[in-house]
Every structure is written in structure tokens, then in C-alpha cells.
């Protein structure tokens, strides 16, 4: 194999050959390089298959605008990544990578027949195609199509690397390392000022990498680059990032860096994560992002060989790798001269410089004379020769306008291009700064800023080093200390399609390489009314592979421009979006994953539940303990226990997920008249509520318990979801409606662990634990609230049931729930005491016809709908929903409402959400009239029961409906909500 | 018209392509019309469309003040289902669903509508609740709309994570398979074309600046950058902007305007078969049939007409599909971007007449507008023919704001307890 | 993510410090009861959602709990200014002065 690699150039370190696998073959190459750089050390040039017409590509570029070079990047399981660009990443001993898109093989590719029908396929065919039969759609074409999408392979497993993030501030944030933001962080930083200074290159340093020739005060560029970034690193104040991309510019100079740190490592060190992402919020943004050579748009313009002349000078000087033998140059601007020349000193033949413009300064002319270059000048390439890799040139003369006939055939293993420069305003544009045209260049420019942001050097259309330098350490507050001794940079000529002496509609001149756009394309969208440049993007996919347009956009813009006869600067651009380059999910993720992700909250109690087997259920952000199965159980088996437990003898629940809210101050009992729909001023101390809350739309938002602890406190609970919600509202309504009121809110969901005792020997058990509390029941009668201690324990103690029975809810400091806990349970084992969990609390508040709000209600019922105006203060004159209340439809007849369910057969347990008809035998679509809220097996009454809405349903007690299920319909009856001990005996054994 | 058809397509093929005629023509604003429609998004062009073909009414201009189909229509992750809960909801998705079986048929444009079948995961008790509601509403509406256990749901898409220790564990989900998704612009596209066909004009970049009134009320036309243009009727199909529109009628609307992004990922070779959503984790993927993962995130919390959002927005979308699907967490996103939402307080659509004579409104969609596109297409052009809604459209009034009879699906299925 | 000044804290922090609370201005009536239900309709759901400059409130639920208004265009997202609760709503050249 022959060896490409020019002595005596390139950074790469060359004391150890390392070996790396690309497509199951074995190369060589140094640390320092790149996948591409390597490949082309060893020749290949072929990389990739196109999108579309499958056709054979080489590397367009040598960095993150790459729009051909994408590969799979295996790392083995759980570490593979698709389209990776072959140009960024770095080479280390080891690496493997795979071509995509191809089959069987990248040489002889099956999918290839797709160019040579390619006809068939202009821009928006498939608008155009596969209706017709209409069953084949759905059968045939699309699952054709889909079966050919995409690029690399899908992921197959989990990944095994982890993300870390990180917030970071600092005034000066500097965007490209290149000389203009060197300058710009240097200037920055000697103040004292915090900058930071990111570039997505592995080395800081940018175009002066590729540059070794230019000098800087008297010292050559790498020289130069090693003592500034000395003195950079030096400065505490200055933190310099090297592998990190910003991806955007976001709302108030907040942007998103992501940092690459494993994916150059040889080895990987399992504790370290693979990205970081930081986010940034800058005073001052400076970008120095640069700018893209641009391709020109010609016949065979992506013949495997065919390279922007940047790239090959970066591959040349910062690689030390000669991308051929022979190399021919085609450019409309000056800044190609210097690569020739670069390579033509290195000792690589320049079989020509074929220039489009018949002007071409002097001093150029000479220099390549110098060097036996030989410069063809108003003359264009009509077509490439050569199938995986580039043979040569057919050129010819262009003058006034017109190219001749004549062809002449220039033999060549390489082309490289130029057609320009676009300076990349990306970040600018995503910070909605606005744009304008700047003919010289042909190209866009920033314009107002929408941000405090500054650009500079190239991205700003300040081309050249010492420009850039200057413009740089102005933006950054300096002077402009630089001297400079480099080539000029020189100026050059835009196009659009290049004229051509062939047929153009026999040719393929490419536009967006890796989506397979052709100038054709373009023109077609045009010529069929798409007069919008977002259209024509969209109808020809044009700008829109994985490259984002970077070499395209701009050759598009003015391909189209023509075809549409609107002055470029009138058409604009389409819009920029985040990311810059592909921006890995999991770096975005950071540490969001497995326990991190949404973090699950866990009661004091928690623990022991787990210890004893507890099966668990999400409930909002909780989890909590669904039901604790003995032995072989399944749910049914236990929840029949638990209820027959908690009913007959003692249960004990860990109600500790309830929302809890402070109400203090002297206004305290005025503002829970507002809040909730009850009346609160006439409530004894010691005694307790049953609070509902509304919607000020006057649907029921949430309910609890609420006890009143003093004449100015209020011990508020409120449903285990709806805490947030509640605290927010009644913030909202106390802050901003009612100031005037002396009323302090605290949540206090985490002080409190809750453990609820339900059964006929609750008391019993609880008696000899309390101090200063009589627990006699004309003392401490249902619904009320006393304070003491247990265990010697402050505790506030309920006398409150949601099973029915004999019930408390022993309220001690979160840290002391599970003590509790245990010896509860310790002691309750003479009382046969049983744990239950959330499924069992559902059975035995259903029984007893007490609502689940999220359950029996849905955010469109209201207190009268839910059975519930007993809870109305009726000579209140105002509450949060009262008003709405009285709304027309809410007053009409025919609302839904709550009720009880009875099946015929007591052994159908109905379907949650199952619907409710008045007939049976309906066809569909039939007319529901309400739906089953909640149903169970009752252990207790040895049948299923169950809440439903029902349309005037408490008018129709006693009548029968219907609940169609696919197999059966079948029958219930109407009845009362309350199934259980309507008349509340239990409450209130002794 | 030229028929779009392999045929045509060999046909020009010979020729080299130069001789396709415009899809539609780029209309000049006439003094007057019959019917205006402000806003050419798929809705609106919908609508012309159906004014012309169905209704008779050919003499309309749909106005635009930037490109048509720039809007929602283009930026939307395309989903389409009508597993809705309540019967209004029901009737009017199932209505678009009806007119989407068949549209590119209809339009001789391809739309790309491929049932692919949307699947929606539940992860609570609460969950599975909800959506046997769905489930069961939808079966006695006629509406598919089927349960799967964990297991099948993992058979019908492979790479979900059902392992029960998951933070949000699978516990089941609802599928339509009738659902799916279709190519967005081309949604609007092939209305544009089919409506210009029957004589409607198109006029772009032509933000409308005023509503005119007659002394008695009712509308006679809209001041436009390039002049006034009259018209009796005027449909306002405007989306995130209804409720600038509505104000230069002298109206105010119960409408609010968020940002809602959405992302692609970097193509791949097919991996999900399916549509998934998840409301509790708030994730909603599909792939596209170029092979890009398509990604719906959340709205911002404030109003914004910006079309951009934040990153951490995405951040917590991404991190909620990789909680569902772990490898995904390798992909890549490709591009991100920024939408305008108009939401009601009951986040159900307001379609119908106003209380100024002559002017119709079709507007806050929410997130979910794209899926009603040829129903609301449709039904705006009835209501405006007939100047009455149609049945399907009718309870959507801007008047059960006020009586109270709200259309509330987000209520109906997201509370907690 | 948006920069917000809160003017209790007097401290510029970042959005997820807070939480959006809809347009600022809309008073609860006093009386509600005597209000028919299109004026009760109107208080509850209309909203001028202005693409401009747009009155609204946020709080700031993870610092001071506090709420307060603020004036921010909706076309940039920008703040032009913040102001405690139970402040006027400013005048249209005072927000013509800041924005210059």
C-alpha cells in the first residue's frame, strides 16, 4: 500500500504507529490524526455511499462541515455510534469504524442501480407517486420505503456510557479558537474578566493549525499558538475548552456547550463520563466560529478525489498527509492558491490550477509560475472521469460568458475546489440577530444583534489573519497589538451553477452531497412554483442531511436566486437551528437517567414496607406501597385479607404521601373560607373538616382533611398528587387577591410522617403510647384533633377514618415514621394488626362511598355532580369557584353525577372506564350516559361494587343500566354511594 | 391539473423534468372575493380546497403573510389519531381520520398518511384507568382504539423498555392502529395545488393588517400589505397568530400562544415501527420515513410568539424518551425548532361563527392540530358555505366559555391523586 | 432559558427558578356574584395574549415564593421590566423608556 504521508509536516506525533480497522481491513497511522486523515495516509479515499442515488464519496472536507465522510463508530456493545463524521474522529490504537449505507460492500454497492434511474427520482417525486392502487401504499411502496431510509445503523442496545452536565457563568464567552478568538480571550481576560474560550476542534488554535507559514509577531503561527495558549491557561480567570462544540445560543446569552471527553481515549475509564454538557450564561458572547469553503457546483463535482482545497492543506499541514499524486485545483477565488502552492513545496505535482476567472492577480500568476504551475484561467470543469476515485478533468475555455466546445482532458487522482467562503453565522442566527448580504463575498454577514454578542475575524466576513487578529482583541476590549507577515488572503467570485458546455439536463452538478440535491433539483422546485427558499429546502431536502446545509446553503441560495429571478438579498436564507453539529441524546440527558430520572420520593415508611415485600405502585412522584402479599398471593388474595383484617381487627397504613399545609394567622380561618368551599369560622379548635377545594371554573380540584389547631391555625391536608397545586393556588390567591389578610402558608408534606390506624382495636392499641391526649371517646370523638406525644414523640393525632372503621392518623416528625412504625406493628401484633397498602385503602374508602378526586372526579365535575353540596357553606358570599357554579350549563338538567353501582350478577366485577348505556342492544355508535369511576371486589359484602358517573343518575336510583362489553353486556343497578354501614356505627366503636 | 402518476412522472422524466407546470400559481390579490381565508396553513388551505370542491364556492383567496404551510403545518412531530375521549372530540378527529384514509387519492398528491398505529403508554394505576375510559368510550363510538399488556406492547414496538423496575414502568397501553402519522408540507402542498386547480388564489406574503367592518357589523374584507380586499366572509385559520387576527375584528379570545418545540434525530435504519406517546413521561417519538427519530417536546411555560424555545425544554424531552426507549441515548439530534400554539382554556379547538357576522374562526388547535387537518379544513368550509356549523363542529363554540359546557380531554385523563 | 430579575430578591436568576402565572391585570371581581356570566366568562377565560408588549405575572417558586408582574415582549421574549405585586400597571411611556 502506498504510503501518503509527507516528512516533516503535521503535528501528528509520529514515535508510534498505532492500528485502527475500517471496514474489516487494517490500517496504520499516529496519534494526532483524524479517521480521515489516516485513510487518506493510506490512499483511500473512498468512504461512503450517497443518501439517495447510493454513489460512491470521498471526504469533501476535513471537519465538522463533512457531508460525505459518515461512518459507524464501534466501540463493541452499547457503544456504537452511526454517522460519525470520519473527519473529527480522532484516531486512537484500536479503532474500529464501518462505511454505511451500502450492500453488500462500499465497492460494489447493489443500491447504486438508484443512479442510474435517477431520473425517476427528481426533487418531490414521491409526491408525485406510489397512490395508485391506494392498498399498495400501506402494503407495497411504504414499507419499501422505510425498509431504504436512512444512514447508519440503528442502535440496538443500551448505552453504556453516562452524561454529566455542569451550569457555568462567566463575562466573556469566546466561540472558535481560531486567531480572531484568541486574540478576542486574550484581550478579555488580562482585565481580570472570567472568559471562556471553547472550540469543537481537538486542538485550540483553529485555521492556524493549517496554517504553519504564517507569522505573528515576528514568530511563526505554531509558536505563536503555544505561547498565547500558555498565557491563556496560566490566567485563573480562563478556562479553556478543546472538544466542545456550542450547539446553540439561547435566550439571554444562555448557551449549550457539549464537551466530548471519552470518545479519543484508547481505553475507557468506566467512571468517566462519556459528554458534558455545560450551559453557559455569558455577559458577553464574542464568535469566532469562521468560515466553510464553499464547493462550486459542476458535473461530477463528488467524485470520490473531489475535496475542498481547504481541506486539503489542513490534511497537508496539520496531518502531514499529501491527498494525492497528482493534483489538479479548480477555483473561483485566490485562497486555493495557497494550498497548491502549500502542496506543490511539499512535493506533490499540481498538473493545474484552472481558474474561472480570466483575471487573476499577478503575484499569483508568478508564484505558481515559480513553482511550474500552470495556471489556466478563464476556464471551467465540464465534467469529472473516474468511478471510486477520480481520474481526471474534462475543462473548457470560458470567456464572455460562453464556454467553448473544445475540451481538454487533464489527467488528475485528485480535484480540489474552491467556490468561495461562508462565514458561519450559525449561533448568530439562533440568537435571532438578523443577517444581511454582502456581495463581495457572496455571502451573508451578521447584521443587528438581537443579543450582547459580538462577531469577529471570518464569521464575520473579516477575512485574513491580521484582520482577524485586530477585529479580535477589539471585541475582547484590547488594542490591536498583533504585527502580521502572512499571504494575502485574496478575494474571489461566488457561482452559481457553473456554465457548462453539455447538456444540463444530462449531467449532475451536486449541491447538497450527502442528501443527493442536484442543481436540477433546485431548478425543478422552482419551475414548479416553490418560490420560497424554505420551500425549495424542503421540497429538494436540499440543506437538510446531517451536515445542516454548512457546504450547501449557501450554493442553493444561489442556484435558486437565479431560477426565481429575485435578487439573492431578497430571497434570504431558511433559518439556522440548534444544534450546530449532531449533539448526542445522552449529553442532553446528563445525569436524567435510571434512579436520577424524575427521582422517586419515598416515604420515612418506605423502607419497611420494601423490607417486608411490599409490592409498590407510582403515585405522582411517590411510590407507594400498593399491597403486602403473603406467600403465594396475588393481589386479589392479599386485598381480600388486608380489607377482612382492617375491618374485623386492626390495619395499618402508611398515609404518610399526604399533602400538608400550614394555615397561620389571625386571618387564617377568613382565607380557608375563601379557599375551600366549607365553612371554617365556626370549626372548634381541636375539631376537623372535611375541606373540598375548587377550580375557580368550579370543578373539583382537590380535597382532605383539615383540622384546626388553634384559633389562627389550620392543619390542611390535601390529596397526595395535588399538595404543589393547592400550595401554588392558595399562594396566588393570598399574594395577589387578598394581601390584606394575615395568613402565612408552609408546606410541611416532608415534616410529617403519617402512619393511619384503622379497625375496631385502633384505641386499644394506641392508649398506652399516648401521653396528654384522652383518648376516650366523648373526649376525642370522630373528627377531631389533639396534640401530645406518643413514645414520648410529639404528635398531632386525628380521629379520622377513610375505611370506615375506628380510625387514626398518628402524625410524628418524618424522621420518626418508621420508629413509629415498628413499634406500632410490635405492639399491634396481639390485635392481629396487618399492613395494607394503597389497593386496600381504595376497597374500603369505596365501600364506604368516599371519593378518590382523580378518580370519581375528573376535572369537569363539581360538588353537586359528586354528591357533595353538603359541603357548600351556603351563606358563604364567596369562594374560589362559587360563581361558576351558578353558570347556566352547570345548572341544567342532565349532568353527569355520582352513584353507586350494584351488578346483577355480584360476582361481575366491572371494568374501571368501562361505559354506561340506558339500553342495551345499541348500535354503535351508541349513547353513553356516564362511565364506572370505581369498582372492586368487597370482600366485606361478598360482591363487586362500584362508583360511577351516571347522567341525572341519583334520580334514577333503583333503575337498571347497561355496561356493553366486547363479550357481554352486562346489568347493574343503580344505588346509594355508600355500600357499607350507612349509618357510620363503626366509626364509633368502643 | 396534470395528473400525478408514475406515468406523468416517466413521461417528464423523458423530457428532463422541464416540463412540469407550476404546482399552483402565485396569485395577485383581486379587488374582492367571495370568501377570504387568513392563513395558509394545511387548515386553511383545507379549507379553500373544500370551499371549491365541495361547497361550490371557487371565488377564494387564501391569504398569507409568510410562505404557506411555514407555519404549524411545518413544524409539527405529524402525528394522527382520534382515540379521543369525549363524544365531540371523538366525532371531530374521526372526521380527519375518515378524510385522511384517502387523501392523497383525493388530492392526487401524495401525503404520505401511513397507519403505522399510534401507541399510548401507561404507567400508573391512574393511567390504566384513563385509558380503559378511552378505550371502552371509543368501542362504543366506533373508534379503534385496543388495550395491549406490557408484553404485546413490547411485540409491536420492539425497542420500548418494559422492565417492571423502570421509573415509569409500562403497565399497559392503548393502541390505534388506524392512527399513524403523514409528511407534513406535503399536506399543505397538495391542498394548495388541488385548490388552485378549482380556482382558488393563493397569495403569499401578504400579512393582513386590519379587519373592515360595515356600519352593520359584519365583515367586508381585510386591509393587507398590499391593499384592501373585499370580501363577506372571512375565515380566520391563523393558529398561533388568531389571536391578533381576532383582536382586529374587535374581538378577544380565550387563547393563549406557547412555544412548542420538537427535534429530529440523525437518520438510521428503520427501528420504530410505530407512533408512541406518553403522556405521564411526556415523550412522543416516531420515525420518519427518511429514518430521522421524530420528537415532540413540551411547550415553554410562557407566552411567546418567538418561534424559539430553551434548551432545557429539550433536555427534559430527551431524557424522558431515553428513559423509555435506553438506546436511543447514543442518537443524535440532528435539529431542533420552535412552533407557535394557540390554547384554549379547555385545550379543545374553538370552530365556528363569531359574534361579527362574516367572520369564522378555526383556532386553538394546541399541540394537536395537524391530525384535524382535513376535518377542520372541511368543517370550516361548511360552517362558512352554510353559515351554520356543521354537527360535527358545533359544540365548539366560543360560547361554552361562558355556559360552562367545556370540551376538557386534559381534564378528563391528567389528574392525579 | 430566560434571565428574570425579581424584584423582591433584587437578583437576576434563571428561568427554572420560577414559574409563569398568566397575564397580569385581570382582577378578581369583589363581587362575583353580581356578575352575569358572560363578564364571569370573560374574567376567567379571555386574555389579550398580545404579541408585543405583554403584562404577566410569574413567581418565583424556588427563591422567595414571591409573586410579582412583569412587562416582556412577546416577539424577542425580552424583559423589559419587573415590578412588585400591587404596583400599577406601568404606563406606556415609562416601558418606551426602558425599551430605548
Redesign the interface.
Known amino acids: 500500500m502506498k504510503n501518503f504521508r509527507k516528512t516533516g509536516r503535521g503535528r501528528i506525533r509520529r514515535a508510534r504507529l498505532i492500528s485502527f480497522t475500517f471496514d474489516d481491513r487494517q490500517y496504520q497511522g499516529f496519534v494526532g490524526d483524524t479517521l480521515a486523515s489516516a485513510l487518506l495516509a493510506n490512499g483511500v479515499h473512498l468512504i461512503g455511499r450517497s443518501?439517495k442515488y447510493h454513489r460512491p464519496r470521498g471526504f469533501l472536507g476535513a471537519g465538522s462541515e463533512e457531508a460525505n465522510a459518515l461512518v459507524t463508530f464501534d466501540r463493541g456493545p452499547?457503544?456504537?455510534?452511526?454517522?460519525v463524521r470520519a473527519t473529527t474522529l480522532e484516531l486512537f490504537d484500536g479503532l474500529v469504524a464501518y462505511s454505511q449505507n451500502n450492500y453488500p460492500n462500499l465497492k460494489f454497492d447493489l443500491g447504486a442501480i438508484n443512479d442510474i434511474f435517477s431520473?425517476?427520482f427528481?426533487a418531490g417525486?414521491?409526491?408525485?407517486?406510489?397512490?395508485?392502487p391506494?392498498s399498495f401504499?400501506?402494503k407495497v411502496y411504504?414499507p419499501v420505503?422505510?425498509?431504504l431510509?436512512?444512514?447508519?445503523?440503528?442502535?440496538?442496545?443500551?448505552?453504556a456510557?453516562h452524561y454529566a452536565s455542569l451550569y457555568g457563568h462567566c463575562e466573556v464567552l469566546v466561540v472558535g479558537a481560531g486567531p480572531a478568538g484568541i486574540a478576542a480571550a486574550l484581550a478579555a481576560s488580562e482585565k481580570g474578566d472570567r472568559v471562556i474560550l471553547a472550540d469543537e476542534q481537538n486542538e485550540l488554535g483553529g485555521s492556524l493549525l493549517s496554517n504553519p507559514e504564517a507569522r505573528i509577531d515576528g514568530q511563526l503561527a505554531w509558536q505563536w499558538l503555544d505561547k498565547s495558549l500558555e498565557t491563556l491557561w496560566l490566567r485563573k480567570n480562563v478556562t479553556l475548552l478543546s472538544r466542545t462544540t456550542v450547539i446553540?445560543y439561547?435566550?439571554d446569552n444562555?448557551l449549550?456547550l457539549v464537551e466530548r471527553l471519552t470518545d479519543h481515549q484508547g481505553d475507557i475509564n468506566p467512571a468517566s463520563p462519556r459528554e458534558c454538557?455545560h450551559?453557559i450564561r455569558a455577559g458577553k458572547v464574542i464568535l469566532a466560529a469562521g468560515a466553510i469553503e464553499r464547493p462550486l457546483v459542476f458535473a461530477g463535482n463528488d467524485r470520490p478525489g473531489v475535496m475542498l482545497a481547504s481541506a486539503a492543506q489542513t490534511y497537508l499541514n496539520r496531518y502531514g498527509v499529501a491527498v494525492g499524486d497528482n493534483v489538479a485545483v479548480f477555483t473561483s477565488h485566490d485562497s486555493a492558491y495557497e494550498t497548491a502552492f502549500d502542496l506543490s513545496d511539499a512535493g506533490v505535482k499540481i498538473s493545474s490550477i484552472i481558474d474561472l476567472r480570466a483575471d487573476v492577480s499577478e503575484i499569483l500568476l508568478q508564484q505558481a509560475h515559480e513553482r511550474g504551475i500552470a495556471v489556466l484561467t478563464g476556464t471551467v470543469v465540464c465534467g469529472t472521469k473516474g468511478r471510486l476515485r477520480i481520474t481526471g478533468v474534462r475543462v473548457a475555455k470560458f470567456q464572455n460568458q460562453k464556454v467553448s466546445n473544445g475540451t481538454e482532458h487533464i489527467a488528475c487522482d485528485c480535484l480540489l475546489m474552491t467556490g468561495g467562503w461562508t462565514p458561519s453565522v450559525h449561533l448568530f442566527s439562533h440568537s435571532?440577530g438578523s443577517l444581511k448580504w454582502q456581495d463581495d463575498i457572496g455571502a451573508a454577514v451578521p447584521d443587528m444583534a438581537n443579543e450582547n454578542t459580538l462577531s469577529v475575524g471570518a464569521c464575520n466576513g473579516t477575512f485574513g489573519l491580521s484582520a482577524g487578529l485586530e477585529e479580535g482583541s477589539i471585541a475582547g476590549g484590547g488594542g490591536n497589538p498583533f504585527r502580521t507577515e502572512e499571504t494575502e488572503f485574496g478575494t474571489g467570485q461566488t457561482w452559481q451553477t457553473l456554465p457548462t458546455n453539455r447538456d444540463p439536463?444530462?449531467i449532475k452538478a451536486f449541491v447538497d452531497f450527502q442528501n443527493d440535491v442536484t442543481e436540477?433539483d433546485i431548478n425543478?422546485a422552482v419551475?414548479?412554483?416553490?418560490?420560497?427558499i424554505?420551500?425549495v429546502k424542503?421540497?429538494t431536502t436540499t440543506g437538510?442531511a446531517?451536515d445542516?446545509g454548512k457546504t450547501s446553503n449557501l450554493n442553493a441560495v444561489q442556484i435558486a436566486s437565479k431560477a426565481i429571478q429575485i435578487p439573492v438579498q431578497k430571497i434570504g436564507l431558511t433559518?439556522f437551528?440548534?444544534?450546530f453539529t449532531?449533539?448526542?441524546?445522552?449529553a442532553?440527558?446528563?445525569h436524567?437517567?435510571?434512579?436520577l430520572?424524575?427521582v422517586?420520593r419515598k416515604t420515612s415508611i418506605d423502607g419497611w414496607a420494601d423490607d417486608n415485600g411490599a409490592v409498590f405502585?407510582?403515585?405522582?412522584l411517590w411510590r407507594r406501597a400498593?399491597y403486602f402479599p403473603q406467600g403465594n398471593e396475588d393481589m386479589h388474595a392479599a386485598v381480600a385479607r388486608e380489607c377482612k383484617a382492617t375491618r374485623n381487627e386492626l390495619g395499618i397504613f402508611d398515609a404518610s404521601t399526604l399533602g400538608k399545609i400550614e394555615v397561620v394567622g389571625p386571618d387564617a380561618a377568613k382565607f380557608m373560607n375563601l379557599m375551600y368551599t366549607n365553612p371554617w369560622t365556626m370549626l372548634a379548635i381541636g375539631r376537623c373538616r372535611y375541606g373540598l377545594m375548587l377550580h375557580e371554573?368550579?370543578?373539583i380540584m382537590d380535597d382532605g382533611v383539615i383540622g384546626r389547631l388553634a384559633d389562627d391555625r389550620f392543619h390542611v391536608t390535601t390529596?397526595?398528587?395535588?399538595a404543589p397545586r393547592v400550595l401554588r393556588m392558595m399562594e396566588d390567591y393570598l399574594q395577589t387577591e387578598w394581601p390584606d389578610l394575615n395568613v402565612w402558608l408552609t408546606s410541611t408534606t416532608e415534616q410529617w410522617a403519617v402512619i393511619a390506624l384503622n379497625g375496631p382495636h385502633a384505641r386499644k392499641l394506641l392508649e398506652p403510647f399516648i401521653d396528654g391526649i384522652d383518648l376516650g371517646p366523648e373526649a376525642f370523638p370522630h373528627m377531631a384533633v389533639r396534640e401530645g406525644t406518643i413514645f414520648g414523640v410529639e404528635t398531632r393525632l386525628f380521629r379520622v377514618s377513610f375505611s370506615g372503621e375506628l380510625g387514626f392518623e398518628i402524625n410524628v416528625p418524618a424522621h420518626y415514621g418508621r420508629a413509629l412504625w415498628e413499634k406500632l406493628f410490635n405492639a399491634g401484633k396481639a390485635y392481629g394488626i396487618t399492613p395494607y397498602g394503597t389497593e386496600t385503602m381504595h376497597v374500603l374508602r369505596a365501600e364506604k362511598g368516599y371519593i378518590?378526586?382523580?378518580?370519581d372526579?375528573?376535572?369537569?365535575i363539581t360538588p353537586d355532580d359528586a354528591g357533595m353540596s353538603w359541603a357548600i357553606g351556603k351563606k358563604k358570599p364567596d369562594f374560589v369557584g362559587k360563581r361558576?357554579l351558578a353558570?347556566?350549563?352547570?345548572q341544567a338538567p342532565g349532568r353527569k353525577q355520582l352513584v353507586g353501582l350494584l351488578t346483577t350478577d355480584p360476582n361481575i366485577v366491572l371494568?374501571?372506564?368501562?361505559?354506561i348505556?340506558a339500553t342495551p342492544g345499541q348500535s354503535?355508535?351508541?349513547t353513553?350516559i356516564g362511565?364506572v369511576t370505581s369498582s372492586y371486589w368487597s370482600t366485606t359484602l361478598n360482591r363487586s361494587i362500584a362508583l360511577a358517573v351516571v347522567k341525572s343518575g341519583r334520580a334514577q336510583t333503583g333503575s337498571n343500566i347497561y355496561v356493553?362489553?366486547?363479550e357481554k353486556t352486562h346489568e347493574a343497578k343503580i344505588c346509594a354511594t355508600v355500600f357499607y354501614d350507612p349509618k357510620g356505627e363503626r366509626l364509633n366503636v368502643v | 391539473m396534470v395528473k400525478?402518476?408514475?406515468g406523468?412522472?416517466?413521461a417528464n422524466?423523458l423530457h428532463?423534468?422541464?416540463k412540469?407546470?407550476?404546482?399552483?400559481?402565485?396569485a395577485a390579490p383581486k379587488t374582492s372575493y367571495d370568501v377570504i381565508i387568513v392563513g395558509a396553513g394545511g387548515h386553511g388551505l383545507g379549507a379553500a380546497y373544500y370551499l371549491a370542491k365541495k361547497y361550490g364556492i371557487t371565488n377564494v383567496a387564501v391569504i398569507e403573510k409568510?410562505?404557506?404551510?411555514?407555519g404549524n403545518t411545518?413544524r409539527n412531530t405529524t402525528i394522527i389519531r382520534s382515540n379521543y375521549l369525549y363524544?365531540e372530540s371523538a366525532r371531530i378527529y374521526d372526521h380527519a381520520v375518515d378524510l385522511w384514509d384517502?387523501l392523497?387519492?383525493e388530492l392526487?398528491?401524495?401525503v404520505?398518511?401511513?397507519?403505522r398505529g399510534v401507541l399510548m403508554l401507561a404507567?400508573?394505576?391512574?393511567d390504566v384507568?384513563?385509558?380503559?375510559?378511552?378505550?371502552?368510550?371509543n368501542?362504543?363510538?366506533?373508534v379503534d382504539n385496543q388495550w395491549l399488556s406490557p408484553e404485546e406492547a413490547k411485540a409491536f414496538c420492539p425497542p420500548l423498555d418494559i422492565s417492571p423496575g423502570a421509573?415509569?414502568?409500562v403497565m399497559g397501553a392503548a393502541l390505534q392502529r388506524r392512527a399513524g402519522t403523514a409528511r407534513h408540507?406535503?399536506v399543505a402542498?397538495?391542498y394548495a395545488r388541488a385548490a388552485a386547480a378549482l380556482g382558488v388564489d393563493i397569495i403569499?406574503n401578504c400579512a393582513v393588517t386590519g379587519i373592515k367592518r360595515g356600519t352593520d357589523g359584519a365583515v367586508r374584507g381585510v386591509e393587507t400589505e398590499r391593499g384592501f380586499i373585499g370580501a363577506n366572509k372571512i375565515g380566520v385559520s391563523a393558529a398561533g397568530?388568531s389571536?391578533?387576527l381576532m383582536q382586529m375584528a374587535g374581538l378577544?379570545?380565550?387563547?393563549?400562544?406557547y412555544p412548542l418545540q420538537a427535534l429530529v434525530?440523525?437518520?438510521?435504519?428503520?427501528?420504530m415501527p410505530c407512533v408512541v406517546m406518553s403522556n405521564s413521561v411526556h415523550a412522543y417519538i416516531s420515525?420518519?420515513?427518511?429514518?430521522e427519530l421524530v420528537i415532540g417536546a413540551g411547550t415553554d411555560?410562557?407566552?411567546?410568539?418567538?418561534q424559539?424555545g430553551?434548551?432545557?425544554i429539550?433536555?427534559?424531552t430527551?431524557?424522558s424518551?431515553?428513559?423509555i426507549f435506553?438506546?436511543?441515548?447514543?442518537?443524535?439530534?440532528?435539529?431542533?425548532?420552535g412552533g407557535v400554539v394557540?390554547v384554549t382554556?379547555d385545550r379543545s379547538p374553538i370552530l365556528g361563527k363569531t359574534p361579527v357576522p362574516g367572520l369564522y374562526v378555526n383556532c386553538g388547535w394546541g399541540t394537536g392540530g395537524f391530525k384535524a387537518t382535513p376535518g377542520a379544513g372541511n368543517l370550516l368550509a361548511y360552517t362558512i358555505a352554510r353559515d351554520e356549523p356543521h354537527p360535527i363542529n358545533a359544540p365548539y363554540t366560543l360560547e361554552?366559555?361562558?355556559?360552562?359546557?367545556?370540551i376538557?380531554e386534559?381534564?378528563?385523563?391528567?389528574?392525579?391523586? | 432559558?430566560?434571565l428574570i430579575k425579581c424584584p423582591y430578591c433584587e437578583e437576576e436568576r434563571p428561568?427554572?427558578e420560577f414559574?409563569?402565572a398568566?397575564e397580569a391585570h385581570i382582577v378578581r371581581p369583589t363581587d362575583p356574584s353580581k356578575m352575569d356570566?358572560?363578564a364571569w366568562?370573560?374574567y376567567?377565560?379571555?386574555?389579550?395574549?398580545?404579541?408585543g408588549v405583554?403584562y404577566?405575572r410569574w413567581y418565583h417558586i424556588h427563591g422567595c415564593a414571591r409573586f410579582f408582574n412583569a412587562v416582556?415582549d412577546?416577539?424577542?421574549?425580552k424583559f423589559i421590566m419587573t415590578y412588585k405585586m400591587g404596583l400599577p400597571r406601568p404606563a406606556d411611556v415609562e416601558i418606551a423608556k426602558v425599551k430605548e
Request: charged share 25%; net charge positive.
Open positions: 443518501f452499547g457503544r456504537v455510534t452511526s454517522n431520473m425517476m427528481p417525486f414521491y409526491n408525485k407517486t406510489f397512490m395508485w391506494k401504499w400501506d411504504e420505503i422505510r425498509k431510509a436512512g444512514l447508519g445503523p440503528a442502535p440496538t442496545e443500551a448505552d456510557d446553540g439561547y435566550h444562555f449549550g454538557l450551559r435571532k439536463s444530462r436540477k425543478l419551475l414548479e412554483g416553490f418560490k420560497s424554505e420551500h424542503r421540497y437538510m446531517t445542516q433559518t437551528r440548534p444544534p449532531p449533539t448526542s441524546f445522552g442532553l440527558v446528563g436524567r437517567a435510571d434512579d430520572f424524575d422517586t405502585e407510582p403515585v405522582s400498593r371554573d368550579g370543578y390529596t397526595t398528587g395535588g378518590i378526586v382523580g378518580q372526579t375528573d376535572g369537569t361558576s353558570r347556566a350549563d352547570i371494568e374501571e372506564g368501562a361505559q348505556v354503535v355508535p351508541m353513553m362511565h356493553p362489553m366486547p | 400525478y402518476s408514475a406523468s412522472l416517466f422524466a428532463g423534468h422541464k412540469w407546470p407550476k404546482q399552483w400559481p402565485d409568510g410562505w404557506l404551510g411555514g411545518g363524544d384517502g392523497s387519492q392526487n398528491y401524495n404520505m398518511f401511513s397507519k404507567h400508573s394505576v391512574h384507568q384513563s385509558f380503559q375510559r378511552h378505550i371502552h368510550a368501542r362504543l363510538n366506533g421509573r415509569y414502568p408540507d406535503t402542498w397538495g403569499q397568530n389571536s391578533v378577544r379570545f380565550p387563547l393563549e400562544s434525530s440523525e437518520p438510521v435504519k428503520p427501528v420515525q420518519s420515513d427518511k429514518g411555560q410562557y407566552i411567546s410568539y418567538s424559539r430553551a434548551l432545557h429539550l433536555e427534559h430527551l431524557a424518551i431515553c428513559e435506553p438506546i436511543f441515548k447514543r442518537m443524535r439530534m440532528l435539529r431542533s425548532w394557540d382554556p361554552r366559555f361562558k355556559g360552562g359546557r367545556l376538557d386534559a381534564a378528563a385523563a391528567a389528574v392525579a391523586h | 432559558m430566560l428561568e427554572i414559574s409563569y398568566g356570566d358572560t366568562a370573560e376567567l377565560f379571555i386574555r389579550d395574549n398580545t404579541r405583554h404577566e416582556r412577546t416577539i424577542s421574549d
